[in-house]
């Protein structure tokens, strides 16, 4: 499954980030992974992606996005970001887009952002399940 996007992400405050969820269910998506590819269209400055649990999401929320004790999947910042996360375990998972890390009042620019996310995993199908299928 492969979505492109393109947001607007405004600068250091509470609404200065983008939340795209996904689930995985790793017991029915064998070798799961999601390929990303993240790239700042209007500015130098960087943003952040960030990967965690959904359940945090609102923890992530209410400490200001910036000194969240919550522990990320995967964390990186730069102007291009393209990458591959592996998850370790089923979850629902938030997939952050954060223009909200800088202090530096340089970086306080509406960054234009074009995502591209690739789901891809493999499913297995036993045989018990094919004994009502007919060929034609």
């Known amino acids: 499954m492969r979505n492109i996007n393109e ?11 983008e939340i795209l ?11 799961y992974r999601l390929s990303f590819d993240v ?9 952040q992606v960030l990967i965690f649990s959904r359940k945090d999401v609102p923890a992530w929320k209410e400490n200001n996005s910036r000194s969240s ?22 979850d629902a998972y938030a997939f952050v887009l954060n ?14 952002v074009q995502v591209t996310l690739i789901h891809n995993w493999q ?3 036993k045989e018990s399940q094919l004994k009502d299928y007919k060929v034609q």
């Open 7 to 17: 947001f607007n992400i405004p600068p250091g405050n509470p609404h200065g980030h």
């Open 21 to 31: 969820y996904f689930g995985v269910n790793l017991i029915l998506m064998l070798n």
């Open 39 to 47: 790239e700042v269209k209007n500015s130098n400055k960087e943003i």
């Open 69 to 90: 004790q919550i522990t990320p999947y995967y964390s990186r910042q730069g102007i291009r970001i393209n990458d591959v996360f592996r998850p370790t375990a089923s």
């Open 99 to 112: 223009n909200q890390f800088s202090n530096n009042t340089h970086d306080n620019v509406i960054k234009t």
């Open 123 to 125: 499913q297995e199908v």
